[in-house]
């Protein structure tokens, strides 16, 4: 997206997304996912773009945002879609979330604890 010409679509976004969630999930147990970890609690899940451009996944709990910047590649092919799954699981990985198909995992949650020592 050209910074310039794509201010309107990204104030468009970002003004949309914490009113109108993408998503949202409940966990019971504290999450890591990429470099953003999250507490047990309930969140919405939405995109937002920043000001360079780069596409950002937010989980908003009731009182603070964690905000993790995508790394999304270029296709070279315009598109006007966005696919987004989840599966509800309570599996040793990640109790509450687990990924939909390996091939496809733009995200990956695994428990705080597990992903503080590696297991």
């Given amino acids: ?22 998503a949202s999930f409940k966990t019971s147990a504290d999450l890591k996912c990429g470099d953003v970890t999250l507490a047990a609690g309930e969140y919405k899940v939405y995109f937002t773009i920043s000001e360079d451009c780069a596409w ?15 790394d999304l590649k270029d296709s070279g092919q315009e598109s006007k879609r966005c696919c987004s799954a989840s599966t509800p699981a309570t599996t040793a990985r ?6 939909v198909r390996q091939a496809d995992e733009m995200l990956n949650f695994a428990a705080a ?3 503080k020592t590696g297991k």
Avoid: C, W
């Fill in 1 to 22: 997206m050209d910074k310039e010409k794509g201010a309107a679509t990204r104030k468009r976004i970002n003004g949309t997304g914490p009113d109108n969630p993408l």
């Fill in 56 to 70: 950002q996944i937010n989980f908003a709990a009731k009182d603070k945002v964690a905000t993790m910047k995508l």
């Fill in 94 to 99: 990640a109790p509450g979330l687990r990924r």
């Fill in 113 to 115: 604890t597990a992903a």
